[in-house]
């Protein structure tokens, strides 16, 4: 399997791959938002800010579902940065790879990229793997998960005090185990739900690929299927984003 | 495949500085002028309905611009149609009136015509009388016829007062 460069400085290790991802997501997430209001337009909308005019509506509508319309504006922002974030991420890794055949112990200067050790592990050379995407790493994730979460959690306490610490011991102070679980188990699923889909389909394009020229068809097939797979990651996060927000800030018979 | 924990700082990181740049630089501006298209469909709708009330008071107004231009003429002909009445009675009376007039001055006319011929016809009557009566005079006098015509005369002079 394909080795990620780890570099450690100051005894800090930072996977540079990771770190790519994330940046070019971001960029390239910025540039596209950039576009669309480059030439902003009241009566004359460019076709791009049509899209993302679009996209914001779709957003809204999509909150709104979750929560009571009023409180649904102020998260269009934060439900829009989350889908481009998490779909363009998603797609990242989908059209190639660069990959770089390590044998030897490869330095920057005194940084240490792949060790020994590493190569030696892998049977004298390594696959090193450049270009992912950032959402195939489970520490990414993981950092989007933990947004979420504290976002959820400071909302609650912050918007819905009284009724946010209630849950907790609902339906019987005794439960209080069992919120706290769900509690938790909430951001690790987010994170998990999406890693493990977007690296399972990254695993099976690594696995399609070593079929060689017959695996093309299924290869196009599948990546079709991943852009899919990716929309509707992106998707389910931001709406269980919304939802736990929703849950968590809401109180009940204000919310019908 | 490791955790690593600076991938995850740094997705948080990349994501919060995500959001509000395009809190600031993108979506802001987005919404401001999505609201301002609100705004402007808004303004549109309501310059529109004004518009409609406005052509609807118009239209209104020529309805009844025309019902009272209807009204006049309809009056102007009526009044024009009493007016040639009275106008043709008129006419007709004066005509009547002076047909009369003309038959009367007719009469009157013939009245002194009548009595110009008559009064004609009575002096040249006594004026044949009178030479009738020399050459009677003339020829036949004598005492007794001349007497008895002074008589006569004097009695028609006496007689009549």
Do not use: C
């Amino acid at each position: 399997m394909h080795v990620f460069p780890i570099i450690e400085l100051g005894g800090i290790p930072f996977d540079l791959s990771s770190i790519i991802a994330i940046l070019v997501s971001s960029i390239l997430v910025f540039a596209l938002a950039r576009a669309a209001v480059s030439n902003l337009s009241v009566h004359n909308p460019s076709k791009i800010q049509n899209f993302m005019e679009w996209v914001l509506e779709f957003m809204h509508s999509t909150i709104a579902s979750t929560m009571p319309m009023h409180r649904a504006k102020r998260f269009i922002t934060l439900g829009t940065t989350l889908i481009m974030f998490i779909f363009i991420s998603n797609l990242l890794g989908l059209p190639f790879g660069i990959v770089t055949d390590v044998k030897e112990e490869l330095k920057w200067g005194n940084v240490v990229v792949i060790s020994q050790e590493t190569i030696e592990e892998h049977g004298g050379y390594a696959h090193v793997a450049w270009w992912k995407s950032p959402t195939a790493d489970i520490a990414v994730t993981a950092g989007l998960a933990i947004v979420v979460f504290l976002l959820v959690h400071i909302l609650g306490l912050m918007m819905n005090t009284k009724h946010y610490l209630k849950h907790y011991f609902e339906p019987y102070w005794f439960f209080f185990p069992l919120n706290v679980i769900k509690e938790i188990s909430k951001p690790v699923t987010l994170a998990l739900r999406l890693y493990a889909n977007i690296f399972a389909g990254e695993v099976l394009i690594a696995t399609i690929l070593m079929l060689g020229w017959i695996g093309f068809p299924l290869l196009s097939i599948w990546q079709g299927f991943s852009i899919f797979i990716g929309a509707i990651q992106a998707f389910l996060f931001t709406v269980l984003t919304m939802v736990y927000i929703s849950q968590a800030t809401v109180h009940e018979e204000e919310g019908h | 495949m490791e955790f690593v924990w600076t991938s995850t700082v740094i997705a948080i990181v990349a994501f919060v500085l995500l959001y509000f740049l395009l809190n600031k630089y993108a979506f802001g501006p987005l919404f401001g002028i999505m609201e301002k298209r609100r705004e402007l469909v808004q303004e549109q709708i309501s310059s529109a309905e004004n518009n409609r009330k406005q052509a609807e008071q118009h239209l209104e107004e020529q309805k009844q611009a025309l019902q009272q231009a209807r009204k006049d003429a309809y009056e102007i002909i009526e009044q024009a149609k009493t007016t040639s009445t009275k106008q043709a009675d008129v006419i007709i009376e004066s005509a009547k009136a002076e047909a009369s007039r003309l038959k009367e001055e007719a009469v009157q006319d013939i009245q002194t015509e009548k009595n110009k011929a008559l009064a004609a016809v009575r002096s040249e009557v006594s004026g044949l009388s009178v030479k009738i009566a020399s050459k009677i005079l003339d020829k036949q006098i004598d005492q007794k016829a001349q007497e008895q015509l002074v008589d006569q005369y004097l009695n028609e002079v006496g007689g009549k007062p």
